[in-house]
């Protein structure tokens, strides 16, 4: 009886969220975001970020693009950027180049271990992304993307000053 009694005393609930915060932006972006993260980590890859995702699917797209230009097409600051290409290559799933002319400019490749690896992360990435839009008609999925793209480009532009 005492154990059940000192059980239920440290039992801790959940206070419900202020009103305060169910409207304010960044909160509810936030909030989505962690739930995105912990279920892309179960779901699509535990080793693999959405960021290096990002890099793979860009660099396929571009192959031999600089990386300070990809930095900025996948919404990096060049430090996270360099140090994500620095796993990636690591880790065989891109190359860099130094270009001829300017030896500080580098250019990225997917490996064939790379193009193997993203192929497979997009197929899992594709079926994560239809498990959040799942109950929503085309028409309500594409307003809501068309919705975050243009809140997340006015929150860009604010960002940039």
């Given at each position: 009886m005492l154990e059940t009694a000192s059980v239920a005393a440290n039992e801790?609930?959940?206070?419900?969220?202020?009103?305060?915060?169910l409207v304010a932006p960044g909160y509810l972006a936030r909030r989505m975001y962690q739930s995105y993260v912990a279920l892309w980590a179960r779901e699509v890859d535990p080793?693999?970020?959405g960021p290096q995702f990002a890099v793979l699917t860009a660099t396929q797209a571009c192959p031999g693009v600089d990386q300070r230009s990809l930095a900025i097409s996948v919404a990096l600051d060049t430090s996270t950027m360099t140090d994500i290409v620095r796993r990636l290559v690591q880790r065989g799933l891109i190359r860099r180049e130094r270009t001829v002319e300017d030896g500080r400019r580098r250019l990225l490749y997917l490996t064939e271990d790379?193009?193997?690896q993203l192929e497979e992360v997009t197929r899992r990435s594709r079926a994560?992304?239809?498990k959040l839009m799942s109950g929503f008609s085309d028409e309500e999925r594409k307003r809501i993307l068309q919705g975050l793209l243009e809140l997340g480009g006015h929150w860009e532009a604010l960002a940039a000053g």
């Open positions: 801790t609930r959940q206070p419900p969220t202020a009103d305060s915060l080793v693999m970020t790379g193009a193997a994560l992304d239809e």
